[in-house]
């Protein structure tokens, strides 16, 4: 019996929420401004968060110890539990996670971008610019193979309203835009540029790659465990995180700093990255019930991702961020707004959809956006075992304007 599926038929859907990590934060773990491509794993950029909890309670109708998704009482009257729609909605989308296949080749297709504010005579919108997409395959077993591409897409309006106000603005063919501590111009129409480039020995296939995975063959990742409580362990500890961020250690031996706004972050960020490679089905679900777990997690209901795909997500505690004059920039880009790190899964299956930064209180640079708003984002277009030899698709992810 599908008790979730119970629960969702008797209570209702839950409403989607209405509503960056600060910058110091962002530079401390993401190195360098340009895309370092990684095989397997999480994407790291500038902008864009880094690497990624206590078991999960069992699902049922009447849940003790779960507390409301506007974090109100965890007990209604006489004691009774009150059930978090919110979370039982991403703990269903881990138990869809635990059904899916595996194959020959595992294959990925990520898109990393940025948004940034265009304030245009004829009215403000906002674009998403450093738009890179990047493919990698590589097959089950060692000498099977492997292939990485990668190619810059087009900047875009980022929603039917800013594309409404910058063809008011003359469908500017390039847009210039203030980016941390320089200016930087995009195109808006597709180019050479938006081609896929291959990197690697062999224009970009090497026939003897192949079987390795974070650094791992598919027989040791078969290997980890699916309790939630010993993923924590293994991966979303201080201590862990702390060695994966390289972070200086504190006055107490072997207790790593802690970044600025606590762990919620990097464990969001250190989970989407084993979602991103061929982990086991049961780990994936294990990883998302983990991360449900964690302090200052939050289940946030659905929300729509940068590809307009709906799912359901967990949330960090939000963050207050100050944009100051130190970098030279305009004085428009300065105050102080507030965001939060969100991670998106697919309902139906529980597959990793995307990580987004969105904007909770607007202000700075986004002074003039709504709550909601994506800062930046790292989307999954696709990541998949397949029988045949992956290829990176042919079409765009986006619509050419």
């Known amino acids: 019996m599908d008790e979730l599926r119970t629960v969702r038929e008797a209570y209702g859907e839950p409403a989607p929420p209405t509503a960056r990590e600060i910058a110091e934060a962002r530079a401390l773990w993401d190195g360098k401004p340009a895309v370092r491509r990684a095989r397997f794993g999480w994407p790291f950029r500038a902008g864009l968060g880094v690497v990624a909890a206590g078991a999960a309670a069992a699902v049922a109708v009447a849940l003790i110890g779960h507390g409301t998704p506007d974090g109100g009482p965890r007990t209604g009257a006489g004691g009774r539990g009150v059930l978090d729609l919110n979370e039982q909605a991403v703990l269903q989308a881990a138990a869809k996670a635990e059904l899916v296949p595996t194959g020959k080749y595992w294959s990925s297709d990520h898109i990393l971008g940025q ?29 099977t193979g492997e292939g990485y591409a990668d190619r810059d897409l087009p900047a875009r309006p980022a929603t039917p309203q800013d594309e409404a106000a910058w063809r008011r603005a003359g469908s500017p063919a390039t847009l210039r835009v203030w980016s941390s501590d320089k200016w930087l111009t995009f195109p808006t129409k597709a180019t050479k540029a938006a081609r896929w480039r291959s990197d690697g020995p062999e224009a970009g296939e090497d026939a003897r790659g192949g079987g390795d995975f974070l650094g791992e063959s598919v027989e040791d990742l078969q290997k980890l465990p699916s309790d939630p409580a010993e993923l924590a362990e293994m991966f979303l500890t201080p201590e862990r995180l702390g060695k994966a961020l ?156």
């Open 115 to 143: 948004s940034y504010v265009v304030r245009a005579k004829t009215g403000t919108y906002a674009i998403t610019g450093a738009l890179t997409e990047s493919f990698s395959w590589a097959g089950a077993r060692k000498g």
């Open 246 to 401: 390289r972070l200086q250690a504190g006055r107490q031996a072997g207790r790593p700093v802690e970044p600025p706004g606590g762990w919620a972050v990097p464990q969001i960020a250190r989970v989407a990255s084993l979602l991103h490679a061929p982990v086991p089905p049961k780990v994936r679900a294990g990883l998302i019930r983990a991360l449900t777990a964690q302090p200052g997690i939050h289940a946030i209901g659905r929300v729509t991702d940068p590809l307009g795909r709906r799912g359901v997500a967990l949330a960090a505690d939000e963050r207050a961020v100050k944009v100051t004059g130190e970098f030279g920039g305009p004085a428009d880009q300065r105050g102080t707004y507030r965001s939060r790190e969100v991670i998106v899964f697919d309902e139906r299956t529980g597959a990793l959809l995307a990580r987004q930064n969105q904007l909770t209180v607007p202000g700075g640079p986004y002074a003039q956006m709504k709550p909601g708003f994506i800062i930046d984002y790292s989307a999954v277009r696709s990541a998949q075992w397949t029988d045949a030899k992956p290829k990176p698709p042919a079409s765009l992810p986006f619509p050419v304007r």
